[in-house]
């Protein structure tokens, strides 16, 4: 059986392979362990193995789990990847480093609240619905740029753009019409590509990329 190290080592390798193969550089990519519905025991192995930047989903979950943690590592990144609710900026400007699910101007509205009120800024990816799926978060392709002007008008730091992709269906064109939308809009940070499909997404220009089961096992 691998160990959390072997598999971490392994996610690590890969990331390198895929970045090589794009003439990029390994340390290019932030590979962010998603720990959504596993507890501390299965995350303590990744972090005395080196991993340092986490992601979860859901901000009670996460409040539940990882001031603990954090306590024990100061040197942990959190990152939410998952649907923030207005009502909940504020929990989630006090415990993440990052948040990648900035997707309408009601959250814009409510996180620059929440970061003026913390004194905290939390750089953000806004997410973007790539496949204009119904059932999907992410700020519809069109609304992007009045959903980018806002954010600055209201002073968030945006550092690039986040998708989830239509599941089963070739990733890689909207990877590249992500890594497009970016440059187009003039920001660096590409947070897509999860265990299925990371090293498409290096490959095409990912700056995080969301790893949960190939690092943690299947979630129940
Ligand atoms: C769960 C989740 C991931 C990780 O998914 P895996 O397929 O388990 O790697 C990545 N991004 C988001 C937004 C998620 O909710």
């Known amino acids: ?13 890969r990331i390198a392979a895929a970045a090589k193969l794009a003439r990029r ?16 025991e299965a995350i303590e192995p990744l972090i005395h193995a080196g991993q340092r930047v986490f992601g979860e989903n859901r901000v009670q979950e996460a409040q539940d789990k990882w001031p603990a ?5 100061p040197s942990i990144e959190l990152h939410l990847v998952g649907q923030l609710q207005s ?8 415990l993440f480093d990052c948040i990648h699910s900035l997707d309408r101007p009601s959250l814009v509205k409510a996180l620059a609240k929440a970061m003026d009120k913390a004194d905290r800024r939390v750089p953000c990816f806004v ?14 392709i069109d609304d992007l740029p009045a959903l ?14 986040m998708c989830v992709p239509p599941l089963e269906v070739e990733p890689a064109p909207y990877f590249a019409l992500m890594a497009k939308m970016a440059a187009d809009n ?10 299925g499909d990371f090293e498409t997404a290096v ?10 089961s190939a690092l943690f096992g299947a979630r129940e």
């Open 1 to 13: 059986m691998s160990t959390p190290a072997d598999l971490l080592a392994d996610i690590r390798h």
């Open 25 to 40: 550089k390994a340390d290019a990519v932030t590979l962010v362990a998603v720990s959504k519905t596993h507890p501390a």
């Open 87 to 94: 009502n909940k900026a504020e929990d989630a400007v006090r």
């Open 186 to 195: 003039g920001l660096t940070g590409l947070s897509m590509g999860m265990s």
């Open 127 to 140: 997410q973007v619905n790539i496949g204009e799926e119904d059932q999907k978060g992410g700020c519809p």
């Open 69 to 73: 943690l954090i306590e024990r590592h």
């Open 148 to 161: 980018l002007e806002q954010a600055g008008d209201a002073g968030l730091p945006v550092i690039g753009l």
């Open 203 to 212: 490959t095409l220009g990912a700056t995080h990329v969301r790893v949960g």
